[in-house]
C-alpha cells in the first residue's frame, strides 16, 4: 500500500496515526506530496487534488481519512470499532473541528483584501463551540474519534497558535497533554521546518 500523503496534513495525520495504533505502518509505504502544488500524479489518483490517497494493494484509489481508517481498521478485522454510530458521531464533530481549523487557515492565506471577517468569525465560533462542548474520553479508551480529536486539537496549536481554545475547554486541554505522548501522535507530529 502506497499512501500519498503531506507531512502537515491533519487528515493524512490521522490516517498515518491510525496505521501506527493498528501496528501496521511498516505495510504502508508513505509517499510526500503537496496538494497545493497542484501535481497531476496526486490529481491522477484522487480528482479533488486533496490528501490522503491510498493506493490499496490491488490498485484501488481511497481518498477521505476516514474512508481509508475503515479500509485499514478492515485489514485488522476490526472494522466494528469504526462503523458504530457513538464513534462516527465523535469523530464527525473532531473532524469539523479540522474543518474549521483549516478554513480559517487558508482564509488567512488570501490577500487580506480578499478575506472575510464573516468567514473567519464563524470559524472562529466553532472552534471555540466544538472546544468548549468536547468531552474528555473515558480513561482507558482512545479510539479514532479520541485520536481525530488530539490531532484537531494540535492542528490549532501547530497552524492557528493565536487561537485560545485551552481557556473555555480546560478539561480537554489537561487530556491532550496525558495524550500527546502516544505513540501515533509523538511520531506523527508535523513541524514547522
Given at each position: 500500500m502506497k499512501l500519498h500523503y503531506?507531512?502537515?496534513s491533519?487528515?493524512?495525520r490521522k490516517v498515518r496515526a491510525a496505521a501506527i495504533q493498528l501496528g501496521i505502518e511498516h505495510l504502508i509505504e508513505p509517499v510526500a506530496v503537496n496538494p497545493l502544488d497542484d501535481p497531476a500524479d496526486l490529481e491522477a489518483r484522487n480528482p479533488l487534488g486533496k490528501v490522503p490517497v491510498l493506493e490499496a494493494a490491488d490498485g484501488t484509489m481511497l481518498c477521505d481519512s476516514l474512508?481509508?481508517?475503515q479500509y485499514l481498521?478492515?485489514?485488522q478485522g476490526r472494522s466494528a470499532e469504526v462503523l458504530s454510530i457513538d464513534l462516527l458521531n465523535r469523530h464527525a464533530l473532531a473532524n469539523g473541528l479540522i474543518d474549521a481549523a483549516l478554513n480559517i487557515v487558508m482564509e488567512h492565506r488570501r490577500d487580506a483584501s480578499r478575506q472575510s471577517?464573516?468567514?473567519?468569525?464563524?470559524w472562529c465560533q466553532a472552534v471555540a463551540r466544538t472546544t468548549a462542548q468536547a468531552a474528555v474520553p473515558p480513561e482507558r479508551r482512545f479510539d479514532?474519534?479520541?485520536l481525530t480529536l488530539a490531532i484537531a486539537l494540535e492542528y490549532l496549536d501547530f497552524r492557528l497558535p493565536d487561537?485560545?481554545?485551552?481557556t473555555g475547554a480546560r478539561d480537554i486541554a489537561a487530556w491532550l497533554?496525558?495524550?500527546r505522548d502516544y505513540p501515533e501522535l509523538a511520531s506523527t507530529r508535523p513541524s514547522h521546518e
Amino acid at each position: 500500500m502506497k499512501l500519498h500523503y503531506s507531512p502537515t496534513s491533519p487528515y493524512a495525520r490521522k490516517v498515518r496515526a491510525a496505521a501506527i495504533q493498528l501496528g501496521i505502518e511498516h505495510l504502508i509505504e508513505p509517499v510526500a506530496v503537496n496538494p497545493l502544488d497542484d501535481p497531476a500524479d496526486l490529481e491522477a489518483r484522487n480528482p479533488l487534488g486533496k490528501v490522503p490517497v491510498l493506493e490499496a494493494a490491488d490498485g484501488t484509489m481511497l481518498c477521505d481519512s476516514l474512508v481509508i481508517c475503515q479500509y485499514l481498521f478492515d485489514v485488522q478485522g476490526r472494522s466494528a470499532e469504526v462503523l458504530s454510530i457513538d464513534l462516527l458521531n465523535r469523530h464527525a464533530l473532531a473532524n469539523g473541528l479540522i474543518d474549521a481549523a483549516l478554513n480559517i487557515v487558508m482564509e488567512h492565506r488570501r490577500d487580506a483584501s480578499r478575506q472575510s471577517d464573516y468567514w473567519l468569525d464563524r470559524w472562529c465560533q466553532a472552534v471555540a463551540r466544538t472546544t468548549a462542548q468536547a468531552a474528555v474520553p473515558p480513561e482507558r479508551r482512545f479510539d479514532l474519534a479520541d485520536l481525530t480529536l488530539a490531532i484537531a486539537l494540535e492542528y490549532l496549536d501547530f497552524r492557528l497558535p493565536d487561537i485560545d481554545w485551552r481557556t473555555g475547554a480546560r478539561d480537554i486541554a489537561a487530556w491532550l497533554v496525558e495524550v500527546r505522548d502516544y505513540p501515533e501522535l509523538a511520531s506523527t507530529r508535523p513541524s514547522h521546518e
